[in-house]
């Protein structure tokens, strides 16, 4: 059969320039929809919708095809219409200052309540000092002081009286209270009471005995005195001090009185005040003493007060549900922090340190995450299902969860939650997340999978070229005429691997199209045109080709050897793809085949000395599977081979070689040569059809480029499944040089074919007895095979009978 190679339009799928009805983007209209992602639209739209536990979105697809940019578009559409979030603060709690409470409030009401209660301080601070300065209150602290002065004045003057009567003197001293006898006001001396009658001394000392005794019992009752005395100022100022605060508390609770928890924190407040009012009123000593140059101790952030409002989470200027999207997802920076200040060598914080996390900022909302930076942070993935699980946030520090550290800190009350999450990663890691994590699919009920390509037709190309006109206009960057669109959109198809595909991969077009901004500013053009995009692309290429440069210049040194004419057995030009980065490469690899007598065993050397992937040696396995099915039928397979990729010294994994070693091993079995003017890729199965392959451009441009270094002879060319044919998108030179017939494209749909055009030689068609002509190819192969098994045979025979002539 003959196998004709492909003409210059199957080699390069050009865009039709009649599907392009413009001038220049100048005259196109932006492109509001998402192109090509109905799919992932719809999902997104199911996930973001329902309102059932678990329903989270994990969005999947590649890096840089887009997925933030038109996840946050479509969120952003959405929660314009949705309703504002509450407002969240936290405050003080007077019971258990270590746990201070949480506050659910309108949007902006936060902000206001803070002003409101920052307010009240100060009013607080001026007006309880003013009130404990007025007349009223001194008035009344005066009479209270009168009062015990005078009861205490008067107890004293009793017992004086009482004691002048009987000649006592009762005596103040540093010590303390004595007394003595007195004659005529004044008191005696030892001396003079020595010489009184003895009946008079008794008389004194009985009178003594009884005033002390009295004494005692009055200044046994002063301290009952005092603390009544504490109790009546401390009831004055507790009326003083209600007084004050009501007139002040009472507007904010007119204010806020459908806010049933705001009137309590109030009313918590007032109490408060009114308890530790003596603060207020050494409020101005501070001051004083702060002018004076003596600052007094401060333990708390700049902020506290214990009746400030720290306002976490502020609504107040939110047009619609919040969307989020936190590009260091910590664990701290998701369910927020408690810092601290350092004072004094030891660390304090209080309730006015309690900072957000982005999970406090979308409640209510959105939050978009990528997968992969938060599996990379410590301890957030597992905080973040903790808190999709138990619909709260609670702040908890790491030292904490680790009993790493032992200072006092604060539990904050939880926050109830009430987000959508949105993860964005790709698809591997999804899959293993579904896998690994029994918690994944319970919390991400929904994948929104992102297409890497769309069809290329004639609509699809119209609405691809108003894409690029929608960024061209986002990016600010020069109008495009129809030959630059049609050459991106070439480009496009090119990185689909696909010839009917157009790539959806947004970041590698849009840096396409700022590189051909550039080097149309360098032509001084106001329009991008066909040769800017190309001069875009080729020094893409260049930038990152200095390793293929390095392999092909080693070929042309005949360092790696490759032979690009004549003839040779069991030695076949195979092609392979080399990726490094994102940029890959295809290079021609010598493979060659050894037979001889033996078991059936084919041996693949590669995966002997543990360099060949599973691939590849599963295509090796199919590969014997081939021989035995097509020659070895009727007798056993007696073949002894050896594959190898000559010249590799690193993995070798993949299928797409399997042809050539198949074609390889045929060679040495036969004794014909093969062409070395050809290169072969493609897959093959155990039927001897040939598969399609990935790469096939990169393949046989590398091909080429040995070929064109060394001098297009005009029989050179690559054999490649014919499954592959509307994927090849090859370079402008590859396609000139094949339509002046000085280079060749075969497709192949099997192993026969590819024979054929290696060898020259028909393939053969079995008979009924599934003999080859002997002139064929396979008739030949057959042939050397029944003489390996004959001459297997032989030894088998020779070896039997010198075994029984030993026994005799």
Known sequence: MSINPLKANDLYHACNRDELTFSTTAELEDLTDTLGQNRALEAIDFGVGIRHDGYNLFVLGST???????????????????????????????????????????????????????????????????????????????????????????????????????????????????????????????????????????????????????????????????????????????????????????????KYKIQENVVNYVKEVKDDVVKNVEEFRTAEEEESATILGVKPKKTKSPEYSPYSVNVLVDN??????????????????????????????????????????????????????????????????????????????RIESLEQMLSLVSTITLEPE??????????????????????????????????????????????????????????????????????????????????????????????????????????????????????????????????????????????????????????????????????LGDYSFGSPSRITATARLGEGEVIDIEREVELGGPIHSKAVMILSAYLADHYARNCPLSLSATVVFEQSYGMIEGDSASIAELCALLSAISG???????????????????????????KIEGFFDVCDARGLTGSQGVIIPKANVNHLMLRYDVVDAAQKGKFHIYPVETVEQALELLTGLQSGEPDAEGNYPEDSLNGIVQQRLEELNSLRQEFAAKAKGEHLLETT
């Open 414 to 579: 939880p926050i109830p939650i009430n987000v959508k999450l949105i993860l964005t990663g790709d698809r591997l890691l999804y899959y293993l997340l579904n896998e690994y994590d029994h918690e994944f699919g319970r919390l991400f009920k929904v994948a929104a999978d992102f297409s890497e390509d769309i069809e290329r037709s004639p609509g699809n190309t119209m609405l691809y070229a108003r894409l690029i006109a929608s960024l061209q206009r986002r990016e600010k960057i020069r109008d495009f005429d129809a030959g630059g669109v049609a050459r991106v959109i070439e480009q496009c198809a090119r990185r689909a691997e696909d010839g009917k595909k157009i790539s959806l991969h947004m970041g590698n077009l849009v840096d396409l199209l700022h590189e051909s901004d550039y080097w149309a500013e360098q032509d001084n053009s106001k329009i991008v045109m066909a040769h800017h995009v190309q001069r875009a692309i080729d020094k893409q290429i260049y930038r990152r080709d200095q390793i293929r440069s390095r392999i092909q210049e080693s070929i042309q040194r005949g360092i790696r050897m490759i032979d690009s004419d004549g003839e040779q057995v069991a030695q076949v030009n195979g092609l392979s793809v080399m990726q």
């Open 64 to 254: 840089g095809i887009g997925k933030h940019f038109i996840v946050t578009k479509e969120l952003e559409k959405r929660a314009v219409k949705s309703p504002i979030p509450s407002d969240w603060c936290y405050v003080n709690n007077f019971n258990e200052h270590h746990k201070p409470k949480a506050l659910k409030l309108p949007a902006g009401m936060g902000k206001t309540l803070r002003d409101d209660m920052t307010q009240l301080v100060d009013d607080l601070q001026n007006a309880i000092p003013a009130s404990f300065r007025s007349d009223e209150y001194r008035t009344r602290m005066q009479e209270i002081n009168e009062e015990f002065d005078e009861r205490q004045q008067s107890a004293f003057d009793k017992l004086n009286e009482d004691a002048k009567k009987r000649g006592i003197a009762i005596l103040r001293t540093p010590t303390g209270y004595t007394l003595a006898p007195m004659r005529d006001d004044e008191t005696i001396s030892p001396e003079d009471f020595d010489s009184l009658p003895k009946a008079e001394q008794e008389r004194i000392e009985t009178a003594i005995r009884e005033l002390r005794d009295e004494l005692k019992e009055t200044i046994r009752r002063i301290p009952g005195w005092q603390k009544e005395y504490r109790q009546r100022v401390k009831l004055l100022n507790q009326e003083v001090s209600e007084l004050t605060v009501d007139q002040l508390t009472n507007p904010l609770l007119e």
């Open 672 to 698: 014909v040569p093969v062409r070395q003017s050809l290169a072969v890729t493609g897959s093959i199965n155990q039927l001897g059809q040939v598969q399609a392959i990935g790469g096939v451009n990169e």
């Open 316 to 393: 107040s200027e939110t047009k619609g549900a919040p969307v989020v999207y936190e590009n260091n997802p910590t664990y701290l920076n998701l369910v927020g922090r408690i810092e601290h200040l350092s004072q004094f060598g030891t660390l304090s914080t209080d309730f006015t340190l309690i900072k957000p996390g982005a999970l406090h900022k979308a409640n209510g909302g959105y939050l978009v995450l990528d997968a992969h930076k938060v599996l990379m942070r410590g301890f957030a993935w597992e905080g973040l299902k903790r808190a999709l699980s138990s619909h709260e946030i």
